[in-house]
């Protein structure tokens, strides 16, 4: 059973060309946070998310990304114009329970820029 | 620079034995203690966190906190080919800042 779901599962996309990432998170939570993983690469923290708002975000978060709560079930990373160097997996993490420190990853979007 | 450092391997076990996964973190104040298994191609999926010092088991999997030593391990005991994977070390600096540092994974293969 999912923990969290991620649309759509491949993206590809020109440059420049703004994508958006969606997410499910399990009902009712209100941490949420996005990461990365460019190929061959590590995990990296994009951004968290708490009770609508953006609690931190690390400094590959820049004026080009932005995270929304478009409504009470699903989160948005948008990336507005995209560059070669945005190809990567984004995953979005949700803990299961208010207050638990365990992060739960969705599947991932495997963005293309060409 | 917060950093965690794991062995990228590849580490190769026999079917059966003992694997051995290290990891360091250079933050001193990091609380909370993580390790992921990933599949090529799939999401990080959390295997064990372990957030005292001393020994935490689960099965199969044994966590081992050293914080004086700033060194977190993962022991997989009697291991499955399916265990084949890249293993992430995972750290959190504290709760109210859960945002989680990665290691750059182990590449583990069990030989059958």
């Known amino acids: 059973e999912p923990e969290v779901t991620q649309t759509p599962s491949h993206q590809v996309t020109q440059m420049g060309q703004e994508v958006i990432l969606r997410c499910v998170p399990i009902s009712n939570h209100l941490y949420f946070y996005w990461y990365r993983q460019i190929l061959g690469q590590k995990v990296e923290f994009l951004v968290s998310f708490y009770n609508n708002e953006i609690s931190e975000k690390s400094e590959i978060f820049d004026d080009q990304f932005s995270v929304e709560r478009p409504d009470g079930s699903n989160f948005t990373l948008k990336i507005r114009s995209t560059k070669l160097e945005d190809s990567a997996m984004y995953f979005c993490?949700?803990?299961?329970?208010?207050?638990?420190?365990?992060?739960?990853f969705g599947p991932g979007t495997r963005l293309l820029v060409l | 620079q917060k950093e965690v450092e794991q062995n990228s391997g590849p580490l190769s076990v026999p079917e059966g034995a003992i694997a051995s996964l290290n990891c360091t973190y250079s933050d001193r104040g990091s609380q909370s203690f993580f390790w992921y298994r990933q599949y090529s191609g799939k999401s990080p999926e959390l295997i064990m966190f372990i957030y005292s010092n001393g020994d935490k088991e689960d099965g199969r999997f044994t966590a081992q906190l050293n914080k004086a030593s700033q060194y977190v391990s993962l022991l997989i005991r009697d291991s499955q080919p399916s265990d084949s994977a890249t293993y992430l070390c995972?750290?959190?600096?504290?709760?109210?800042?859960?945002?989680?540092?990665f290691g750059t994974g182990t590449r583990l293969t069990i030989i059958p």
């Open positions: 995972a750290v959190m600096l504290h709760f109210g800042n859960e945002k989680l540092t």
């Open positions: 993490a949700s803990p299961r329970s208010k207050g638990a420190q365990t992060q739960y």
